[in-house]
């Protein structure tokens, strides 16, 4: 995460949401590991008006939030960083997950708590021609 990829986060790879979201030090009940934007200042913002609650699972959690931009990248690697990718700041969230990484393409998914649609992690990748194809896959 950040412009210099200041911190590495697991995060679960969903394939019910499409939004990438993540537990940040805005968070006052987590118990994972958060993401400290602060040490990202010129690619970390929050979108104006955006605070979100959401009731999420299927486990009653009601998560808090605001929609942000940073850099998300997949590796180390500057080159596979998609740049102002619009993401989830969680800011309270009491299971023990950083965070997920949505990669259902049904345009419900991609709406969520009112929220414009989310910008998809693979469209990012592709439109900043970090991948050549929209496709992922899992190997174990």
Known sequence: MGIDQVEMVDVVMDTGSAWFTLTTIDCT???????????????????????????????????????????????????????????????????????LIGFNYDPAAMEWAGLSPAVHYLDSLYDQNIIADKIFGVAL
Do not use: K
């Open 29 to 99: 009940d987590c118990t994972a590991e958060t993401y400290d934007y602060t040490a990202s200042p010129y690619t970390y913002s929050e979108l104006a008006d955006s605070a979100i609650e959401v009731y999420y699972f299927q486990n009653g959690i009601d998560i808090f939030g605001v929609q942000s931009l940073d850099w998300v990248c997949i590796t180390s690697e500057v080159d596979t960083c998609a740049t102002d990718h619009t993401w989830v700041n969680i800011q309270n969230y009491a299971v023990n997950v950083s965070g």
